[in-house]
């Protein structure tokens, strides 16, 4: 079990606390379930949030080993094991060979995997498009660039984080 990282010492920013705000709200919106199974009768794809969650991954990477999906997803390999076997079942994915390691499986989306992603980010895009219908096109762009670069400082923190863990309490920053 690894130790907690330590709060940090200064308060948040009014600005922060606001971005954090907004965040659980789209998260809550995103997350509903009305609101993924009417996403799901549109695509016309039958999947559960998780499995979703999991095959987009896929779609969006080359194939790799169920253990590095679990942690791209912050899940434990049970749970992408899961996933994954629901996800052959149906076609989406297929298990091919480590290139690097013939003992080794990858995790690859197949044509239809593909497809069911393409329907469902073309519906979930439609949506958001009707939402931000007001917006000019260079608010959508500032939005969508601020958003990136929000994910990629998130994941490069969360790759300081985990590093320090693994390092032992002396590696952390103050």
Do not use: C
């Not at 076609?91 to 992603?117: F, H, N, S, W």
């Amino acid at each position: 079990m690894s130790t907690p990282t330590p709060a940090p010492t200064t308060p948040a920013s009014t600005e922060v606390i606001e971005i954090e705000r907004a965040l659980t709200r789209i998260a809550y919106l995103m997350g509903r379930t009305r609101q993924h199974d009417r996403l799901m009768a549109l695509a016309g794809v039958p999947l559960d949030r998780a499995a979703v969650a999991l095959l987009r991954q896929i779609g969006d990477s080359e194939p790799m080993r169920p253990g590095e999906l679990a942690n791209r997803l912050a899940v434990e390999a049970s749970h992408v094991t899961r996933q994954v076997q629901q996800l052959e079942k149906g076609g989406y994915v297929t298990r091919v060979p480590d290139p690097d390691d013939r003992r080794a499986q990858r995790i690859q989306i197949t044509e239809a995997g593909q497809e069911a992603v393409d329907r469902i980010r073309e519906m979930s895009a439609r949506g958001m498009q009707l939402a931000l219908s007001d917006w000019s096109p260079e608010e959508l762009q500032k939005l969508a660039t601020l958003f990136h670069r929000m994910v990629d400082d998130f994941l490069s923190y969360a790759a300081e984080i985990g590093a320090g863990e693994e390092a032992g309490p002396a590696a952390r920053k103050p």
